[in-house]
Nanobody
Framework: QVQLVESGGGLVQAGGSLRLSCGVSESIVSVNVMAWYRQAPGLQRELVAKISTYGNTNYADSVKGRFTISMDNAKNTVHLQMNSLKPEDTAVYYC????????????????WGQGTQVTVSS
């Protein structure tokens, strides 16, 4: 079935940048929102940023001004440009598709990627 494939994670120094990408494995009918979440060990998963197919965005306060989410609707791909990274940004980052429909006449369902590690050293 549908898979979300993430890439771009890695190790960077504080102040550096990374760009995460997440693509859908197969053709879809539509999706309402794509988002990035993150989870550090022992902590709850939290929303980082989300974007609708119309370009409406929302960011966690902690990343405003530093992260930018974007989506290529034609390719069903979402990106997260992360600048001015801080050690507290260290986490596993998960891509999420909300309301993704794989065929006409069906309801949309949510899908999660497998996660990609982002580590920011001080």
């Amino acid at each position: 079935q549908v898979q979300l494939v993430e890439s771009g994670g890695g190790l960077v120094q504080a102040g550096g940048s990374l760009r995460l990408s997440c693509g859908v494995s197969e053709s879809i009918v539509s999706v309402n929102v794509m988002a990035w979440y993150r989870q550090a060990p022992g902590l709850q998963r939290e929303l980082v940023a989300k974007i609708s197919t119309y370009g409406n965005t929302n960011y966690a306060d902690s990343v405003k001004g530093r992260f930018t989410i974007s989506m290529d609707n034609a390719k069903n791909t979402v990106h997260l440009q992360m600048n001015s990274l801080k050690p507290e940004d260290t986490a596993v980052y998960y891509c999420k598709a909300e309301g993704l429909r794989v065929r006409i006449g069906t309801r949309g369902f949510d899908y999660w990627g497998q996660g990609t590690q982002v580590t920011v050293s001080s």
